[in-house]
């Protein structure tokens, strides 16, 4: 049992180390290591005591759920739609968007508004 959770461990921490991207690989990687954490534990009280069974199990799942809700830190599989309405600064005289998941605005052209 020991040395199962020993390699789960390593395993994780050369997963995470390896991810450097995006949302979606950084939260896969972290879902596989907690679920197959959790999958082991499972797995080794419960049933036949297969705690590599669990283990491939929880990954997997853990790994899908990662996945999205990574993918939905993102911005994308849909989780919401593109931010088209614009504002006008009567001061400045130009037009600006505020992007809701950095909480900065923006002027039409893209650069910071302040």
Same mark, same amino acid.
């Given at each position: 049992?020991? %040395?199962?959770?020993i390699a789960l461990m390593g395993v994780g921490v050369l997963?995470? $180390?390896? %991810?450097s991207t995006g949302n979606v690989e950084r939260n896969a990687a972290g879902g596989a290591v907690l679920g197959g954490l959790a @999958?082991? +534990?499972? #797995? *080794? *009280? +419960?049933?036949s005591g297969s705690a590599a069974t669990g283990a491939?199990? #929880?990954a997997a799942i853990g790994g899908t759920? @990662? $996945?999205i809700k990574g993918c939905k830190e993102d911005g994308g599989c849909g989780s919401n739609s593109v931010n088209r309405r614009q504002y006008y600064d009567e001061r400045a005289g130009r037009y600006y968007y505020y992007d809701s998941r950095s909480g900065r605005y923006y002027w039409?052209? @893209?650069?910071?508004?302040?």
């Open positions: 049992m020991k %040395t199962t959770m997963a995470s $180390a390896c %991810t @999958g082991a +534990v499972i #797995g *080794n *009280n +419960v049933g491939a199990i #929880g759920a @990662g $996945a039409e052209d @893209g650069a910071p508004r302040y």
